[in-house]
């Protein structure tokens, strides 16, 4: 997987020497070797996705795969803001929850239109994010995260108690998948392919994205707050761009699991899906993109096996979870790439 | 005014104290650990449910409420003590950020093996005997327990008051929240002083769990509630400070419970208005220090 | 002439004490001005409330004629003024490379780009090189701050400011913690910067201040006790007497045992502190 290779300007000191090694004079300026390998293994990727339905026939294993990769998004989402940003939310399942349940309100009255479900959805995440963005992040730290927790918390409540508009304690049953033009994406694998396409297309966005110069400065922002202003940087505006485009695509994911689900609840808004999201990123290796992806597919997959045998799963996870914290906390990632370097080490001994 | 407005409304803000003692000792502990050691304890809730669960064994098998109210807090403080010496130690050398998430991973740990013991069901602490009827107050009546709740709560606020204000120990615990470096310079064992501190507020927690045992009642998901309520606490009050634990408990108790009888629909949002509001006012809490 | 930075009356008070009591500095285009004085004398202070770190308890502060009191830092950095940090402070995690393109691509109002990369703003990436080549770390382009020594840690702090192309730059005791050879590098590399660039130092090392300074303002309890010309500061008896107490050495700033004022924090220093790259090992990386 070179993929992970491809990593600029995102790691901490352990990893950066060896991206550095090849960049002198103009640091980003990847080996053509490095790009292509990075290509060749996306590509292998993409193509193991693609074709998985018809290699693997199971619906279950299908819609684990899909889930997989939603919360991918929805991880990545996140991951915008603790990994690239340094902004610590505990409340990332506020934009999640709110286009869920958007998408399922416009599917079940109005419309199972994708793009106007779709829309609907994502627009109304960004439309909390920029409200309770801007508040939050005039403070940091524990505040920050005290205030992103306790925002979700009341659209945690609003969903609970508004029963007219969102079923209450009973949620929201029978979402239709969406439709688009003469599509129609009820099977197991055709949704799988559309959540797919929007899984590629978030990617790249994002990959984009953090290459980017903005993205630059949400790193910048992340390292440094003080010398950000010092060079003229408005920190806040910044801050609030990396919290509205990841309540956007944290929304993206909402209204997507809305349809997969059938279903939406006040649990889907719930602080522990914003923790369980938070233990992905952490797991797959928060500052990068594929990192966060690997913990959705590590946490789901894990989750399916485990909650087949026992009860006990949060124990587990819980456990799990200590030892990253404790002994890998850059994640699969950061052990895939110290394992690389021992590797590289022992080829040169 | 008459009896009959002025009973309830007596009655509902006694119910308002009561709830508000308990989140106190919650974020006393929650608020001392922040103060000394910079990070928010996310296992609190979890320490909190322990208490509770324990002290209804304790009941149960001893038969004596008192004894469990005592036994209960020290034996969850020396299982903080332990796991401050073998999970938190390692961390120091890293950001806050990790001791959060460490504590984060230890709630599921706890709340989930609190599950494997003592099942899902929701169960209940029987009233010590001495404690049930009622005291009358003249023009109404009052639960006995729930008074004892009240007393008991601000007889410990007085005395966590005294430890902090009177003793060696409450002022190596005020100079560390002051100035961390300057403790470790005075020739204290500051490894130590972090285990202890964790210990004793988790030890609170405890506390407040058994209390809560035969008031409220216990079943899974209790932890996160209370958790998300002292948070609310310290962060209405101010961090670090035993004074903004004491004020933020009764703002935030008196809004849930009041929330509750009046806005039945949004009294979780009326907590969150509050603290929204306050930090809006003033970002570090009612009587919080700047946080860097 | 005009003034580019104006600093007029300022006060600042931390509760009751009075930082800056009433401060008034006016800072010629093209000049270069030190600010010294003993430790507590006002100097980091000023130096924050004219970089918008601090607000002035009163008084004002222009920039190149506007008035900039109430406007924060970035905003002031926009306008104009670049300013370095006593300990370093840069991008930690990132490299040499990035952290001064960070400074480049914001001047270049690139900085809102989200959609193509950052490697393909040729302009951005040119000028970074060619700042790079300025403070000659050009060849520790791919390394990350951590990995640089402390001396081109402080180059590195220059240039992340030079990258934005100040009309003013505030230089916060640039040489601190140097070696004497790192200093002397640090002295040539600021010596070297454009003529066209206005400077505001602070600096305790004497040498420095004399060799970069055109004008001299002695700040102590808060006040501006005097100004001129180095030699006229050298030869003040109140400067002398403020730095030296009554002991004072009729050969200028140096200390009887031969101790120079730049290393002593106050008097006791003088007396019997310890040798001079001592003192400096403790304060190195």
Same mark, same amino acid.
């Not at chain 1, 969102?166 to 949620?171: H, V």
């Not at chain 3, 780009?113 to 950052?118: C, G, K, L, Q, T």
């Given at each position: 997987m070179a993929i992970l290779r491809d990593r600029e300007l995102t790691d901490s000191a352990a990893v950066a020497p060896a991206a550095a090694g090849a960049a002198v004079g103009g640091a980003q300026t990847q080996s053509r070797a490095s790009r292509r390998s990075t290509l060749v293994s996306g590509l292998t990727v993409l193509a193991t996705l693609l074709v998985f339905p018809f290699v693997v026939p199971s619906v279950y294993l299908q819609n684990v795969i899909t889930e997989v990769l939603i919360f991918g998004i929805f991880a990545m989402s996140l991951d915008l803001l603790i990994?690239?940003?340094g902004l610590v939310s505990f409340g990332h399942a506020a934009f999640f929850g709110v286009a869920a349940y958007t998408a399922a309100i416009v599917a079940t009255r109005y419309s199972d239109n994708l793009l106007a479900t779709l829309a609907a959805g994502v627009v109304a995440a960004g439309l909390l994010a920029v409200p309770t963005g801007g508040l939050a992040i005039r403070s940091s730290g524990i505040y920050f995260l005290m205030l992103t927790l306790a925002f979700s918390q009341i659209v945690y409540a609003a969903a609970w108690k508004w029963t007219w508009l *969102? $079923?209450?304690? +009973? $949620?929201?049953?029978? #979402?239709p998948r969406p439709k688009f033009g003469g599509f129609d994406f009820s099977s197991p694998a055709t949704f799988y392919y559309l959540v797919l396409v929007f899984f590629v297309a978030t990617f790249l966005a994002l990959r984009r994205l953090v290459s980017s110069p903005l993205g630059h400065s949400f790193i910048g922002v992340r390292e440094n707050e003080s010398r950000m202003q010092a060079i003229g940087y408005d920190v806040w505006r910044i801050k609030l761009a990396s919290f509205v485009i990841a309540g956007l695509f944290g929304g993206l994911a909402g209204a997507l699991f809305s349809y997969y689900n059938g279903f939406v609840s006040p649990h889907d808004v719930y602080w522990s899906v914003s923790g369980h999201v938070m233990i992905m990123v952490i797991i797959g290796g928060?500052?990068?993109?594929v990192g966060p992806v690997l913990g959705a597919a590590f946490f789901l997959i894990v989750q399916n096996v485990v909650s087949s045998q026992t009860d006990r799963w949060p124990l587990i996870m819980g456990l799990a979870f200590i030892f990253f914290v404790l002994a890998a906390r850059r994640g699969i990632v950061g052990m895939y790439l110290d394992a690389v370097a021992v590797a590289r080490a022992a080829a040169r001994r | 005014m008459n009896a009959q407005i002025l009973s309830p409304l007596i009655i509902q803000i006694l119910n308002g104290l009561a709830f508000s003692m308990l989140l106190f000792l919650l974020a006393a502990g929650l608020s001392v650990i922040f103060g000394m050691m910079d990070f928010i304890n996310l296992a609190h809730g979890a320490f909190y449910m322990l208490g509770a669960y324990l002290g209804l064994t304790a009941t149960q098998r001893l038969g004596n409420f008192w004894v469990a109210l005592i036994v209960v807090p020290i034996i969850v403080a020396a299982l903080g003590f332990a796991l401050e010496k073998i999970l938190l130690r390692p961390l120091y050398k890293r950001g806050h950020l990790d001791q959060v998430l460490l504590t984060f991973g230890l709630a599921f740990v706890v709340t989930d093996m609190i599950r494997w013991i003592w099942g899902a069901d929701i169960r209940s602490v029987p009233q010590p005997p001495e404690l049930t009827g009622a005291i009358p107050l003249g023009i109404t009546a009052y639960p006995r327990y729930r008074g004892f709740v009240i007393v008991a709560g601000l007889v410990l606020a007085a005395a966590l008051w005294a430890i902090q204000a009177r003793t060696r120990i409450g002022a190596v615990i005020r100079a560390g929240v002051a100035d961390k470096e300057m403790v470790g310079g005075l020739g204290i064992n500051i490894s130590l002083v972090f285990a202890c501190v964790f210990a004793f507020g988790v030890g609170l927690a405890a506390l407040s769990g058994v209390i809560a045992g035969p008031f409220l009642s216990l079943a899974p998901g209790m932890d996160a509630e209370q958790l998300i309520l002292s948070l609310i606490v310290v962060v209405v009050g101010g961090m670090g400070t035993l004074k903004g634990a004491f004020w933020g408990s009764i703002v935030v108790g008196l809004a849930d419970t009041f929330g509750k009888i009046y806005v039945p629909d949004f009294s979780l949002m009326v907590i969150f208005a509050i603290m929204a509001a306050i930090l809006l006012v003033r970002p570090n809490g009612l009587f919080g220090r700047a946080v860097t | 002439m005009t003034d580019l930075l104006r600093v007029e009356h300022v006060e600042r008070h931390f509760g009751g004490l009075r930082a800056l009591n009433g401060v008034d500095l006016a800072v010629a285009t093209r000049e270069r001005l030190a600010v010294i004085g003993p430790n507590g004398a006002g100097k980091t202070t000023l130096f924050n409330v004219i970089a918008g770190e601090l607000s002035p308890t009163s008084g004002r502060v222009l920039l190149g004629g506007e008035d900039v009191t109430r406007r924060r830092p970035d905003q002031r950095a926009v306008r104009g003024l670049g300013r370095t940090f006593q300990k370093n402070n840069l991008f930690l995690g990132l490299s040499v490379f990035e952290n001064v393109r960070l400074a480049v691509q914001r001047r270049h109002g #690139?900085?809102? +780009?989200?959609?193509? &990369?950052?490697?393909?703003h040729r302009t951005v990436m040119a000028e970074t090189t060619e700042q790079l080549d300025t403070v000659r770390l050009r060849d520790r382009a791919g390394a990350t701050v951590r990995e640089l020594s402390y001396g081109e840690q402080r180059q590195l702090e220059v240039a992340v400011a030079l990258a934005c192309r100040p009309r003013l730059l505030l230089l916060d005791e &640039? *040489?601190?913690?140097?070696?004497p050879a790192e200093t002397v590098g640090m002295i040539d590399l600021v010596k070297g910067l454009p003529p066209d660039l206005t400077l505001l130092i602070i600096e305790h090392d004497m040498d420095v201040v004399f060799a970069l300074a055109d004008r001299i303002v002695v700040l102590h309890h808060g006040e501006v006790l005097a100004e001129g010309r180095p030699e006229e500061v050298r030869k003040n008896p109140r400067v002398m007497a403020v730095y030296l107490g009554t002991d004072v050495t009729a050969s200028g700033l140096v200390g009887a045992d031969g101790v120079k004022l730049a290393d002593c924090h106050s008097l006791a220093d003088l007396v019997g502190g310890p040798p001079i790259e001592g003192e400096r090992g403790a304060l190195g990386p």
């Open positions: 990994g690239y940003t *969102t $079923g209450g304690s +009973n $949620g929201l049953a029978g #979402v928060a500052g990068t993109l | - | #690139v900085s809102w +780009n989200a959609f193509s &990369p950052a490697a393909s &640039p *040489t601190a913690g140097m070696s």
